[in-house]
């Protein structure tokens, strides 16, 4: 994204580090204020009503809406949290990664004006950041029930699998909220998708015409390192939108190349 890139390079010094410490420290003091009775569950949630009658301030309790459940899942959903949150500042960089999530947070409180009496959660949001990872680390895996181990792009399908069954069987309330949590994803990853849709298309169409493909001529491979999906088959590729023609990158170096003019 050429225009968030020309942010970073203006304002990315005031972007804050460590950002999902921040959120899960604020989600943590709520959720205790919740379980000693010091706040009601509402008090956190977010509706264009209560914002238009005046309470404003709800604008800035949409992050740090605790999860609502058991101690024991509320722990694991936050070190869940942290583990994607934590590696996708790491990969994008503190600015790009304030950015994602304030523009879902921007999104969702547009979203809810056109429910305005639906109370809004960070849910859907969270769900955009899982999404984001699952792009970017297909093949990491985890322990599911911390005994199963699954590649988190399995489970990104189900997300998506779900989500589409509530856009055709939920309320309307639950369908906005799922299309503003898709829209912020889609604004960041719209461009890889293509690439990503046209190159296979195109493997796919010399594999019809029966042609062999050379070592030289193979869709995915490094442009800075050279190395392969053959030789690295669990290694993520990318095409770079800013190159001057399509050049691959691994997932090591498709923010750290020299772009090719």
């Known amino acids: 994204m050429k225009f968030i890139d020309r942010l970073d390079r203006k304002i990315g010094r005031y972007a804050i580090p460590n950002l999902t410490i921040y959120l899960i420290a604020g989600q943590s003091f709520f959720y205790l204020m919740y379980m000693t009775g ?8 977010f509706s264009a009503s209560l914002f238009l009658s005046g309470e404003w301030w709800r604008i800035f309790t949409i992050p740090f809406d605790p999860p609502q459940s058991s101690l024991i899942f509320t722990l694991i959903a936050w070190y869940f949290f942290y583990m994607l949150g ?75 699998l779900g989500y589409a069954y509530q856009i055709v069987v939920g309320g309307w ?8 949590a898709i829209a912020n994803y889609l604004i960041f990853f719209a ?32 442009t800075t390192c050279g190395i392969t999906e053959k ?11 800013k190159c001057n023609g399509q050049y691959g990158y691994c997932r090591d170096h498709i923010f750290s190349h020299e772009h090719k003019k």
């Not at 690295?232 to 590729?237: A, L, V």
């Open 191 to 222: 461009n890889d998708i293509y690439l990503n849709l046209r190159h296979g298309k195109r493997q796919i169409t010399k594999k019809v015409g029966g042609l062999q493909f050379r070592e030289k001529e193979l869709v995915h491979k490094c």
């Open 86 to 160: 934590s590696t996708l500042e790491e990969h994008w960089g503190a600015f790009r990664y304030n950015a994602y999530l304030l523009l879902g947070c921007l999104i969702t409180f547009a979203a809810s004006f056109l429910v305005p009496d639906y109370p809004v959660s960070n849910a859907f949001l969270a769900g955009s950041v899982f999404l984001a990872f699952a792009t970017l680390f297909p093949e990491f895996q985890i322990l599911l029930f911390f005994v199963i181990p699954v590649r988190i792009k399995w489970l990104a399908l189900l997300t998506w």
């Open 173 to 180: 309330p639950s369908r906005i909220m799922v299309l503003a």
């Open 231 to 241: 030789t690295h088959p669990d290694m993520d590729f990318r095409y770079c939108p």
């Open 38 to 45: 010091k706040l009601d569950r509402m008090a956190t949630y």
